[in-house]
């Protein structure tokens, strides 16, 4: 089955303790993207890559790092979360073609202490 | 830079009736592409509809049907024959492809539907 797998779907942290969350698509899409879902602003993009070892912020970028070692996987990690990053996470991907939708995985809700 | 507005943050509607979500945009460019998605309860995110803005002819899916105004840079959608299952958080999104292919999604902040038993 096609699919974005993202890991954990639910974490609970405290401010400065690092973490990773893991994104991973089979569907040998070039193009990957981390979203952030805020009540009342929608869906805000926090980096992308369009391809392996091929990252670039997105409109929101702060407190975020990303890499791209593998085409399938697409991590994002929060060296020393604060609270302002409690947030539903969306992690998505699709072909390099523009006229390919992106498909979301289902989602990370993280809660800073 | 492109902007998605959604103007109404929550709707009610009986089942069985038809709705209407509005959704304006703002950008300069000439080719892009429009999107609806649904967000249920469950959070994932779920692709409704999508228009090429080079196409005149309004997209459908089975009851979901967009009236897509490029002049006007609106893009509303219409639920026809409201289901319970239609309850659901949409968002309108933009995309300006880029020459290397995609670029990223702009969201607008959702409206919140209610469909009534």
């Known amino acids: 089955e096609a699919q974005v797998t993202q890991n954990p779907r639910y974490l609970i942290t405290v401010t400065g303790k690092k973490l990773t969350v893991t994104c991973s698509q089979n569907?040998?899409?070039?193009?990957m993207s981390w979203y952030r879902q805020d009540p009342g602003l929608g869906l805000r993009q926090i980096y992308y890559?369009?391809?392996?070892?091929?990252?670039d912020k997105g409109d929101v970028p702060e407190g975020y790092k990303v890499s791209r070692k593998e085409k399938r996987n697409f991590p994002l990690i929060l060296e020393s979360p604060s609270p302002n990053q409690t947030s539903l996470y969306f992690c998505?991907?699709?072909?390099?073609?523009?006229?390919?939708?992106?498909?979301f995985g289902p989602g990370t809700r993280l809660l800073v202490l | 830079a492109q902007t998605v507005t959604q103007s109404q943050p929550e709707m009610s509607v009986q089942e069985a009736e038809t709705v209407t979500l509005s959704c304006t945009y703002d950008?300069?460019?000439?080719?892009?592409?429009l999107f609806w998605y649904k967000q249920p309860p469950s959070r994932q995110m779920i692709l409704v509809i999508r228009?090429?803005?080079?196409?005149?002819q309004n997209a459908t899916e089975n009851r979901f049907s967009v009236n897509f105004q490029k002049a006007a840079k609106s893009f509303s959608l219409k639920i026809s024959d409201s289901q319970l299952g239609d309850t659901a958080m949409y968002f309108c999104?933009?995309?300006?492809?880029?020459?290397?292919?995609?670029?990223?999604?702009?969201f607008g902040t959702g409206t919140r539907l209610t469909i009534i038993p």
């Open positions: 228009q090429e803005a080079y196409k005149q």
């Open positions: 950008t300069s460019e000439s080719n892009y592409y």
């Open positions: 999104a933009f995309m300006k492809p880029n020459a290397f292919g995609n670029e990223k999604l702009t």
């Open positions: 569907m040998n899409h070039e193009y």
């Open positions: 890559s369009m391809n392996v070892e091929a990252t």
């Open positions: 998505a991907s699709s072909p390099i073609d523009s006229r390919e939708t992106q498909y």
